[in-house]
Each structure stands twice: as structure tokens, then as C-alpha cells.
Nanobody, 116 residues
């Protein structure tokens, strides 16, 4: 079955960096668009970034442009989110997503807290 497992979150100081990973199984990873979402307490889930099967990255959330980047390793079946210059407003649960076989699949999420 499809599995998405995020890791790499934690407590980060403002201005710091973190690299999130989403390890996957159960579908032909190299053929599918992968994305990262985030959800802060009391807010709706929002799309942060996506990357095509052809490795074309898209930062879709204006507030993170220039600070975040998305990449993938087809050999490792993993998608990454590099987050730099973190701000307190980046605090959220970060989740990876794939739309496969007419279903949306989500990982359990990884908490990123930006605080001094």
C-alpha cells in the first residue's frame, strides 16, 4: 500500500534552517508529482511546494519563495523540503502528498516549530 513517512522536523530558531524528508513506498514514485503542504493550528492546510516527475520544482506559496526549495531523489524514493531563513509564522505540521490512482495520500506529518 502507499506509504509516506515524513521526518526532519523539530524546534528551530528564527533564521535557522531545516530539511524535511518524505520517504515513500507503494507506488511508482519517479512517475508522480509530489508536494508538500503545511497546516498551522487553527488554519487551513496550504500547499507549499510541488515537484514534477521531470524534476521541475514549483514553489507555490508566495510567503516561502526565496527561502524554501523542493527536490527529489528517485533512487531513494524521497522528496525533500529545504527550509532556510525560517520565521515563527512557518510553524506548522508539514505533510507530503501524492495523488495516485485517483486517491490523495498523506503522511502523518512532521512538526516544525520556529521559536527562540
Amino acid at each position: 500500500q502507499v506509504q509516506l513517512v515524513e521526518s526532519g522536523g523539530g524546534l528551530v530558531q528564527p533564521g535557522g534552517s531545516a530539511r524535511l524528508s518524505c520517504r515513500t513506498s507503494g507506488f511508482p514514485f519517479s512517475l508522480y508529482y509530489m508536494s508538500w503542504y503545511r497546516q498551522a493550528p487553527g488554519k487551513e492546510r496550504e500547499l507549499v511546494a510541488g515537484i514534477t516527475s521531470g524534476d521541475r520544482d514549483q514553489i507555490l506559496l508566495d510567503s516561502v519563495k526565496g527561502r524554501f526549495s523542493i527536490s527529489r531523489s528517485n533512487a531513494e524514493r524521497t522528496v525533500f523540503l529545504q527550509m532556510n531563513s525560517l520565521k515563527p509564522e512557518d510553524t506548522a505540521v508539514y505533510l507530503c502528498n501524492v495523488y495516485y490512482n485517483a486517491n490523495n495520500y498523506w503522511g502523518q506529518g512532521t512538526q516544525v516549530t520556529v521559536s527562540s
